[in-house]
């Protein structure tokens, strides 16, 4: 008999696993806890359509270096940005405001009290609008429908971005992306801000995309405009962030340009 013990335990098993019910797990990743990895995103269709639209995401995910100038009261300002570990400097005549990868620091090069936004939400601002739309392609996002904009009779089709916990300094930002719906080229910006104090954090701003510039094969903004906003609606134009001398390399930047000066100080 005992030739036939394992057979028979073998079709009991199956039978059992047949049985019995399956279940469906959903995974939540916590990114508070994780180390992000911005190459793993699955992306919408109509989104993939707007990253081919500017050059293609993987054209954009091979290069490692961002650098443009932005004219300032004081002068110009220079932005560097690692485009693999976001390590950036923005070096300006009276400041500079880096970020080593783990700190944001700040080098006052004035007797006078730095006046700006807070550099620990500033030293990528301007790059996260710059980078669009490739910069939701980053891990840790989610990734919606959202009601068309229509503006000046034109109706631009929207993809709604949310963060999940832990990523970024404010992952309650929302962000609303509307696009040509002939091209895909990226129109409109929405977004909503939550680091400055004493705003409504759930209304949405807007900036106007609507003047490109082509650089290594990559649909770039030469000028972001940004619209007041009423009733999360843009209304009327301000005076466009213009953007000069732009470098995006293959090539990583120096990581010694991205440490603390001597004389710098780290921002808490």
Not at 51 to 66: R, T
Not at 107 to 117: I, M, R, S, W
Not at 141 to 170: A, C, D
Not at 194 to 210: A, K, L, M, Q, S
Request: aromatic share 14%.
């Amino acid at each position: 008999m005992k030739p036939l013990a394992f057979p028979l335990l073998l079709v009991l098993l199956v039978m059992s696993c047949k049985n019995e019910p399956k279940s469906e797990t959903t995974t939540v990743t916590d990114y508070s806890k994780e180390t992000l990895d911005v190459t793993t995103s699955i992306y919408p269709e109509h989104l993939t359509k707007v990253f081919d639209a500017h050059g293609g995401i993987d054209l954009w995910k091979s290069m490692k270096s961002l650098e443009y100038t932005q004219q300032k009261p004081e002068g110009k300002e220079v932005t560097l940005t690692n485009l693999l570990n976001r390590k950036a400097l923005i070096d300006a005549p009276n400041y500079s405001i880096g970020f080593d990868g783990k700190q944001v620091w700040l080098l006052n090069k004035t007797e006078q009290a730095y006046k700006g936004y807070d550099p620990k939400y500033g030293y990528n601002l301007m790059f996260y609008f710059y980078a669009m739309p490739f910069i939701l392609s980053d891990d840790g996002i989610n990734y919606s429908e959202t009601e068309p904009l229509v503006f000046e009779g034109v109706t631009y089709p929207g993809i709604k971005i949310t963060y999940q916990n832990g990523v970024g300094e404010t992952p309650e930002d929302q962000y609303l992306l509307f696009y040509n719906p002939n091209t895909y080229v990226m129109e409109w910006l929405g977004y909503t801000v939550n680091f400055v104090p004493g705003i409504d954090t759930t209304e949405f701003h807007f900036r106007r995309y609507n003047d490109w510039q082509t650089i290594n094969g990559l649909l770039v903004p030469k000028s972001i405009t940004g619209y007041g906003y009423k009733d999360d609606k843009p209304t009327t134009p301000k005076a466009p962030n213009v953007f000069t001398d732009v470098k995006i390399s293959t090539k990583a930047p120096d990581a010694s340009l991205f440490e603390k000066p001597e004389k710098g100080n780290f921002v808490k």
